[in-house]
């Protein structure tokens, strides 16, 4: 036996915290909230105004058959809204548009959890992208991330409101939140998931992700615990088209008092990199390990800036140290879909493929006509690429009437 209350109906009035004669009641962001004093004498059931509270299986009294599983006690379907320096990551977003579109199918509201500190004017956005309800925690704690304390934010989160889906984006914060607090909640988590969706016959997420090097795609399911929760690679799935007019509930918790952190942030460094925002890029130039090195790279970024391109790089010339890794594209890379690829020196493995294969039209430059890149090039030019890429700047600047920079493209 448990009390249940359904946090859409509840108006927090409060009523039934005056009628509980154990204190068991705490109104939490506007939403009664049953404490561990509770007895389930059921009184509060008889207070509450608007019957958002019953007893879990008071149906079970009438008939055996209607006892509901302690599984359909879970909900919605949550996206954890990871920030960074006070800002919403695209990832949360992305993870926005794909978790609307989980919830449709499932006939569930779209949460997003919020947790910083002063943070909740970001929750506009958050409803702007897709999410009827926020969550919200706010404490002096929670400026930055750490694992303890988000750790314990988020459990007691789910512990309250009960979500059926848990999506975490597969940062390096979010690999670090998502083990821990499915040990906690004791529930499956399937990491880097690139492709979700679900079985509406059993009401089950389908959670795929590359494995064994890329080289097979293992859907996995979470059948008996709850919530199901999954990592998903940045960059893979799509933000909605915002509506800034959209509103939605916001749903305050407490902190909870005892959590030990023993984690201390002494300095954020930024790291001065220059920014290479290839998920965002229309025209991307990927090097690989034909490039030969650094100097090959100067050649590429030539091209780039010729014709408004973001330079992109296999994991081969990254290794090789010849380019920093974050312009790193497949697997263990970013995933870009741009409107045009243009892989130079790169074979086309599997994992190189993974990330830039959905690009909507992909050029090859190699002297190997038989590099597996030739197998999804739209156009393929069998060469050196120390002829043709230097052919390319003098055609495109002889299109340009002798400028440098290409309008063409
Ligand atoms: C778990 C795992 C994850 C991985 N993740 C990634 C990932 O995210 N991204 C990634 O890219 N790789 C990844 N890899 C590595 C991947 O398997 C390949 O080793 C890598 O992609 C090869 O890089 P490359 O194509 O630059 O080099 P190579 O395979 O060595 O290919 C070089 C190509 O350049 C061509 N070439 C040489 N000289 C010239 C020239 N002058 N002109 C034109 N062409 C020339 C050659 O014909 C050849 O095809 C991963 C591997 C594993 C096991």
Not at 44 to 69: F, H, Y
Not at 318 to 347: E, F, M, R
Not at 382 to 396: M, N, Q, Y
Not at 401 to 408: T, Y
Request: charge should be negative; hydrophobic fraction near 40%.
């Amino acid at each position: 036996m448990a009390v249940i209350i359904e946090i859409t109906q509840c108006t927090g009035c409060a009523a039934c915290q005056a009628g509980c004669t154990f204190g068991a009641i705490e109104i939490d962001g506007g939403i009664a909230v049953i404490t561990d004093k509770c007895i389930c004498c059921g009184a509060c059931v008889e207070e509450c105004p608007v019957q958002a509270i019953r007893l879990e299986n008071e149906d079970n009294l009438i008939t055996p058959a209607k006892e509901k599983s302690p599984l359909e006690a879970y909900q919605g379907v949550w996206v954890f809204a990871e920030l960074r320096h006070g800002a919403i990551m695209n990832i949360a977003l992305e993870l926005l548009g794909e978790g609307r579109k989980l919830a449709d199918t499932l006939g569930v509201e779209l949460g997003a959890v919020l947790i910083g500190d002063k943070v909740e004017p970001l929750a506009q956005d958050l409803f702007a992208y897709g999410a009827d309800v926020v969550y919200l925690v706010e404490h002096a704690e929670l400026e930055n991330y750490r694992t303890e304390s988000y750790c314990a934010a988020m459990e007691k989160l789910i512990k309250t409101y009960k979500p059926e889906i848990l999506l975490i984006g597969a940062t390096n914060i979010g690999r670090d939140l998502g083990p821990r607090l499915a040990g906690r909640v004791h529930t499956g988590l399937t990491s880097d998931c690139t492709v979700l969706d679900i079985d509406t016959e059993k009401r089950l997420l389908n959670q795929t992700r590359p494995a064994f090097g890329g080289n097979i795609m293992a859907t996995i399911i979470c059948p008996d615990t709850r919530p199901q929760m999954a990592t998903v690679r940045p960059g893979v799935m799509k933000k909605a088209t915002p509506d800034f007019n959209r509103t939605g509930k916001i749903v305050k918790a407490f902190y909870p008092p005892d959590v030990k952190v023993r984690t201390i942030v002494r300095n954020i460094v930024k790291e001065a990199r220059k920014i290479v925002n290839l998920e965002e890029a229309q025209i991307i130039i990927s090097g690989g390990r034909g490039v030969g090195g650094p100097e090959g790279f100067k050649l590429l970024e030539q091209v780039a800036d010729s014709i408004g391109a973001t330079v992109g790089a296999s994991r081969g010339a990254v290794d090789s140290g010849w380019i920093p890794s974050n312009h790193q594209v497949g697997q263990t890379g970013k995933t870009v879909h741009p409107k045009l690829y243009i892989a130079c020196g790169i074979s086309g493995a599997i994992q190189h493929l993974a990330g830039m294969q959905h690009s909507s039209v992909i050029v090859a430059i190699n002297k190997n006509p038989n590099a597996p890149i030739f197998k999804i090039a739209d156009y393929g030019i069998v060469g050196d690429l120390f002829k043709v890429l230097p052919a390319l700047l003098d055609t495109l600047k002889e299109i340009n009437n002798g400028s440098d920079q290409c309008s063409a493209i």
